[in-house]
């Protein structure tokens, strides 16, 4: 079987920086994405990586250590916008599900 | 044009009812998706269609019926209804189904009541 596991909540301040980590267990690996969904909005895409490192993408960051099964998104400067649920999630070894972590809540506090 | 357009944006329907629910997108991708999310969970996957052909039913009910009348539209036909399933119906696609795709852009979502 296939599963990610992520926190349920982080909470850090405005300006400050936040990594979130997702470790994930499947039976074949295409890469590891990232989205972002605030409340009663759509998830929306924020990165991907495939291979092991560190992918820049302005404020966000993503990293993945494929050896180690693990990666995180990392976000800088935050913002209080950045407030929002963030998902972690790898597609199956058909290539044809994604299948998503669930989820961690980040509260950005001023 | 990146966007992935559901409509309705909200709908209640009675139990005994018959609806659709209707996504669109005009970027030539060429897999698209139906997803069920419940409040503070993440999405779950119901369907995909690749290449307009059904490629994956995750064992959901009868009672939604998924359609994709050509490359851009997708369709999930609701009738028989239980409260439980009221929830927000994703509607997403990608450029296409194969290994690699990495990126799915999502619809805003059909929030759905049963009462």
């Known amino acids: 079987g296939q599963s990610l596991e992520q926190p349920s909540e982080v909470t850090a301040v405005e300006g400050a920086i936040v990594q979130i980590n997702c470790t994930y267990q499947?039976?074949?690996?295409?890469?590891l994405s990232w989205y972002q969904q605030h409340d009663g909005g759509a998830p929306t895409f924020l990165s991907y990586n495939a291979l092991d490192g560190l992918e820049e993408t302005g404020r966000f960051s993503s990293f993945l250590s494929r050896s180690d099964s693990y990666g995180y998104l990392l976000l800088q400067e935050l913002q209080m916008k950045d407030s929002a649920s963030y998902f972690c999630a790898v597609r199956d070894t058909g290539g044809f599900k994604t299948i998503f972590g669930a989820g961690t809540r980040l509260f950005v506090k001023a | 044009d990146t966007e992935v357009t559901q409509t309705p944006k909200h709908l209640v329907m009675g139990m005994t009812n018959k609806k659709s629910l209707k996504c669109e997108q005009h970027m030539g991708h060429r897999a698209m998706y139906w997803y069920k999310q419940k409040a503070k969970k993440p999405p779950e996957l119901m369907f995909v269609?690749?290449?307009?052909?059904?490629?994956i039913n995750e064992s959901v009910p009868s009672r939604f019926s998924p359609e994709c009348p050509n490359s851009s539209l997708l369709n999930l036909h609701l009738h028989a209804l239980q409260p439980e399933d009221s929830a927000l119906y994703l509607c997403?696609?990608?450029?296409?189904?194969?290994?690699?795709?990495?990126?799915?852009?999502f619809g805003q979502g059909t929030r759905l009541t049963v009462v």
């Open positions: 997403a696609s990608s450029q296409d189904p194969g290994q690699g795709t990495r990126e799915a852009f």
């Open positions: 269609y690749s290449y307009e052909k059904l490629s």
């Open positions: 499947t039976s074949g690996f295409y890469g």
